[in-house]
């Protein structure tokens, strides 16, 4: 069983199409969404944790590549900039899912990765501007 | 009372390298074991810290003359706009200032990328600003435009000088409205989505000494990294408020103007800050040494987040309207602890002053004067306190 988040986008003109039942019903996978921007008239843009076999993973992935989506790790999408991070916490109450968080009783800034869905809504709430997007890796 | 320290014995102590400097952190626990009395007879120095957002900060900057001459009216460092009116080419240029070009909230909530909190920190770390200057031209100053690049190394004089700093208490900020709203005290949820405050508790410089007893005009700081002093009461500073009876004010009280050369100081303590839908500004690390004179100032070192207070005050209405009032008041541990209670509910809360960095701060303050690179100064004068009748007016308005 492997997992990973990922970051699809999509023309418009594959808005229609069903690609997630595709995904759960040919290639086994679970998939679980975790945000979605789908505006008819726009590149579409779904943020997903899926898990599976590996090998019907990779297999998923060429299928959907060969429809015209493309496909990012999520990891690689929002960055925090530690050297930047004044360690303020601002962005511990607005951080939905906990990536963003303080360690007490240091009150130390800690970002999980693992648990950021790539709302980015920390990336203008950070007065220091230490959250970054990363919108053209491992593509 | 038993122990008195003068200034003099604690700098040679510093000199000889026998000076014991501990944090307003470390020596809680040093208090708590041994008590006051004992923690006087040990302790010279306790060190404080604070690194949070300060607007009222700015740095005044001597550019020197271009060949010929200019006497700069209109002024812009990488598109900021600074402020003029002084002699030829001195100017000073404000945290909070922006380009004109910035849309503000027009597109509300505006983002404010770029001011002056962000040329200060670019200054401080060498890097070079470009100048756009404009002036009428006079027969001793004929220039009328001048475009140039400059380092900070490069220019005569920077002297950072913040009219208020380092807040003694400041309101915990919420929204009980039904919109967001985009504040200085950060972004808050409607319907007391969040809780903001913004001190650094029982390290924060003022609250380690209430009664403004050891500091005053003259006293030597860590200002941005450097070395600065404290000039005057900050503006608006307001020592008649209610305080505890160990002196701690529960609401926004005592504040400092600071002093200092720009030069020295680090792109580490002056951050600019982008406050979403409010604007730019910076963040200022700051720092004071107390000096453990007698027993009474030990004690008030030993003051603990769990009894500082303040009161949660409403920024959709109560506080943009000047309505007055609170919605309870809440201990500087109870914010700490990631939330508090209002209303019978669950209000998550967050700094917006960096409690890691004010350690920092303490902790580089304490090394400075263990390594005898720093001495105290004794104030040239005290700061107006609690009894000077010093109090915050409004602004009048009539025609
Ligand atoms: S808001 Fe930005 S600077 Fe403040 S703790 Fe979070 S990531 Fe760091
Ligand atoms: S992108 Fe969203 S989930 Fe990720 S750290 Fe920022 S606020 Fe949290």
Redesign the pocket.
Known sequence: MIKHKLVLRFPASLVEQPLIYRLVKDYDLMVNILRADINPRKEGRLVMEVSGREEKYQQALQWLRDQGLRITNLQQQVI?RSD?????????VICPTGA?AISRPSMA?RFYEDKCVACEH?IK????R??EIYLNNGE | MGLERTYEEINEKIKSGKAVVLTAEEVLDLVEEKGIPAAAAEVDVVTTGTFGPMCSSGVFLNLGHPRPRIKITEAYLNGVRAGTGLAAVDIYLGATSLPPTDPGNRSYPGEFAYGGGHVIEDLVAGKEIRLEAHSYGTDCYPLKKIETKFRLAEINEATMFNPRNSYQNYNAAVNISEKTIYTYMGILKPDLGNANYSTSGQLSPLFNDPLLKTIGIGTRIFLGGGIGYVAWNGTQHNPEVERNPGGVPNYPAGTLAVIGDLKGMSPRWLRGLSFLGYGATLQVGLGIPIPILNEEIMAYTAVRDRDILTPVTDYSRSYPHREGGNLGMVSYAELNSGSITLNGRRVPTAPLSSIPGAREIALTLKDWIMSGRFLLSRPAAPLPSAGANITVKPLPQRK
Do not use: K, N, Y
């Not at chain 1, 930047?84 to 511990?92: I, K, L, W």
């Open positions: 925090w930047r991070c004044t360690q303020c916490g601002a962005c511990s963003l800034i920390c709430a950070c007065p220091a230490a959250m």
